[in-house]
């Protein structure tokens, strides 16, 4: 079993409520950034992309806003539901070629019924 | 259709063994990747290839030797297995620098247990 203190950042969030995952960055060079969903089980799986030119990029039922001043993405979820349940990931892209992908310590979700 | 796909999807080893991890995608990306994610959910990269040539090697102890035989595979392999290698073992494909997404596209990951 996991120990005290390495427990994911966890959000518990009603079901049709709305949630926000937030996530720091660290390079201030980073221009390209995306949220991945991982499912228990299962690999990452992209939900929604960002550049650094834009600060906010809506998909369905997602919103990612990007703050480059304060190096913080943020994933709203509109209406969560129970398949949202799953552990949030951000990533950053130092720059659009290097093929490396920085991601973040990540945040469990957990919708309650 | 599977995307990327990884074998096996379990692997329970004892230390000191050497054991392989295939990957194969079917996207016709021409970028692939290993990353490690441990029993805290840290999804940390290790290595990616670029059209068969290694790019990034994070700080890997080579006893993990990554090989391509082409843009389509990329298999691990790691000798002397340890006690810390225990963790999911996943692989991906991209192709950056396209026009629009840049998104990796993971495998279902390998699950490494070594007693």
């Known amino acids: 079993g996991e120990s005290v203190g390495l427990h994911l950042p966890t959000l518990s969030v009603q079901e049709g409520d709305n949630s926000i995952i937030n996530c720091a960055y660290s390079n201030s060079a980073s221009d390209y950034f995306i949220w991945y969903k991982q499912e228990s089980g299962k690999g990452p799986q992209f939900i929604i992309d960002i550049r650094s030119n834009m600060d906010k990029r809506q998909g369905q039922r997602v919103t990612v806003l990007l703050n480059k001043t304060v190096k913080h993405l943020s994933l709203q979820i509109a209406a969560t539901q129970p398949g949202d349940s799953a552990v949030y990931f951000c990533a950053e892209n130092p720059r659009e070629r290097t093929y490396k992908y920085i991601f973040g310590t990540g945040t469990r979700l957990k919708v309650l019924a | 259709d599977t995307a990327v796909s990884q074998t096996p999807k379990y692997l329970v080893t004892q230390m000191g063994n050497d054991k392989s991890i295939k990957c194969e995608q079917n996207?016709?990306?021409?970028?692939m990747y290993w990353y490690k994610q441990d029993s805290k959910k840290f999804l940390k990269i290790m290595f990616s290839?670029?059209?068969?040539?290694?790019?990034i090697n994070e700080t890997v102890p080579n006893r993990f030797s990554p090989k391509s035989p082409d843009k389509a595979h990329l298999n691990l392999h790691i000798n002397s297995l340890e006690l810390g290698d225990s963790a999911v073992y996943f692989c991906?494909?991209?192709?950056?620098?396209?026009?629009?997404?840049?998104?990796?596209?993971f495998g279902p990951g390998t699950r490494l247990t070594v007693l």
């Open positions: 996207l016709g990306h021409d970028t």
């Open positions: 991906a494909s991209s192709s950056p620098g396209l026009a629009g997404k840049n998104e990796q596209f």
């Open positions: 290839y670029n059209n068969k040539e290694l790019i």
